[in-house]
């Protein structure tokens, strides 16, 4: 039985939780099962965690689905991956909307089939006035790209007059990154043992509290998502300033 989400966490629940969802190949591989096994089992996880997180009070929740090096891999795992998207925006949507999430995908759309597109386009149209939890899918995804494409627009901007170079401040950068509108994250959670950020939220996670759990992801619970919040509750975020405690 799932534990139940203590409601007194709610108040204080950090606004954006970030995951990179790693391990599911071995999560398989420990199995004697293929690859696809656990990324289709990493996808049912998705579903629970949403719901926990929404529960949690929490507003945005970010999930690393397929990186933008992630096209190194071969064409059968792309495919695999590509489908499982598919399907979980398909079929996930009434339930998305039964429970009040909003759906938003950010990464680079263009290198995506079209029919992948349209479902994305179509899953966030269908859920966009929904205001509980948003859940923003990364896919084809990659911080240094972000950042580039960010840094083309404003030089276009510039180039078209609209903006001039002295009115480039952090706060115009961000407004050109997918993340627009999207408050920085406070946690990130990655699965797996990995400890590092493998090209995510790079401009947004300068400030972020980075919690590394050993778990898989196929096997991440809402017990484990409990425990990196308790983690994140007991650290203090500074932010270049003096300790509060002297
Ligand atoms: C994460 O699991 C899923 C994606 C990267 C899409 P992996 O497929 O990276 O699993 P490991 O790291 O090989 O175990
Ligand atoms: C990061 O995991 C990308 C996703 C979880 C979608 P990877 O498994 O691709 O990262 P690396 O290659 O180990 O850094
Ligand atoms: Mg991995």
Same mark, same amino acid.
């Given at each position: 039985?799932? @534990?139940?989400?203590?409601?007194?966490?709610?108040?204080?629940? @950090?606004?954006?939780?970030?995951?990179?969802?790693?391990?599911?190949?071995?999560?398989?591989?420990? #199995?004697?099962?293929?690859?696809?096994?656990?990324?289709?089992?990493?996808?049912?996880?998705? #579903?629970?965690?949403?719901?926990?997180? #929404?529960?949690?009070?929490?507003?945005?929740?970010?999930?690393?689905?397929?990186?933008?090096?992630?096209?190194?891999?071969?064409?059968?795992?792309?495919?695999?991956?590509?489908?499982?998207?598919?399907?979980?925006?398909?079929?996930?949507?009434?339930?998305?909307?039964?429970?009040?999430?909003?759906?938003?995908?950010?990464?680079?759309?263009?290198?995506?089939?079209?029919?992948?597109?349209?479902?994305?386009?179509?899953?966030?149209?269908?859920?966009?006035?929904?205001?509980?939890?948003?859940?923003?899918?990364?896919?084809?995804?990659?911080?240094?790209?972000?950042?580039?494409?960010?840094? #083309?627009?404003?030089?276009?901007?510039?180039?078209?007059?609209?903006?001039?170079?002295?009115?480039?401040?952090?706060?115009?950068?961000?407004?050109?990154?997918?993340?627009?509108?999207?408050?920085?994250?406070?946690?990130?959670?990655?699965?797996?043992?990995?400890?590092?950020?493998?090209?995510?939220?790079?401009?947004?996670?300068?400030?972020?509290?980075?919690?590394?759990?050993?778990?898989?992801? @196929?096997?991440?619970?809402?017990?484990?998502?409990?425990?990196?919040?308790?983690?994140?509750?007991?650290?203090?975020?500074?932010?270049?300033?003096?300790?509060?405690?002297?």
């Amino acid at each position: 039985m799932q @534990p139940t989400v203590p409601v007194a966490l709610a108040p204080s629940a @950090p606004a954006h939780v970030a995951i990179i969802m790693d391990g599911n190949g071995r999560w398989a591989k420990a #199995r004697g099962l293929p690859r696809a096994a656990g990324h289709q089992r990493g996808a049912e996880v998705v #579903r629970d965690i949403v719901i926990a997180c #929404r529960d949690l009070g929490i507003s945005y929740l970010t999930l690393y689905a397929f990186s933008s090096e992630n096209w190194k891999r071969p064409v059968t795992e792309v495919d695999d991956l590509m489908g499982l998207l598919c399907l979980y925006l398909e079929k996930e949507v009434a339930e998305l909307n039964r429970n009040g999430v909003r759906v938003r995908v950010i990464g680079d759309r263009s290198r995506l089939a079209g029919n992948v597109r349209a479902l994305i386009a179509d899953a966030e149209a269908r859920t966009s006035g929904n205001r509980a939890l948003t859940m923003i899918l990364a896919v084809n995804y990659g911080g240094r790209s972000e950042i580039v494409h960010a840094a #083309r627009a404003i030089a276009e901007a510039v180039r078209a007059g609209r903006l001039a170079p002295a009115e480039i401040t952090e706060d115009i950068f961000a407004s050109y990154l997918d993340t627009v509108d999207v408050p920085d994250p406070d946690l990130l959670i990655r699965t797996s043992g990995e400890r590092r950020m493998s090209n995510f939220l790079s401009w947004q996670s300068v400030y972020t509290e980075l919690v590394f759990l050993d778990t898989l992801w @196929p096997d991440f619970s809402r017990e484990n998502l409990l425990a990196a919040l308790d983690e994140y509750y007991h650290r203090e975020r500074r932010y270049g300033a003096s300790s509060f405690s002297g």
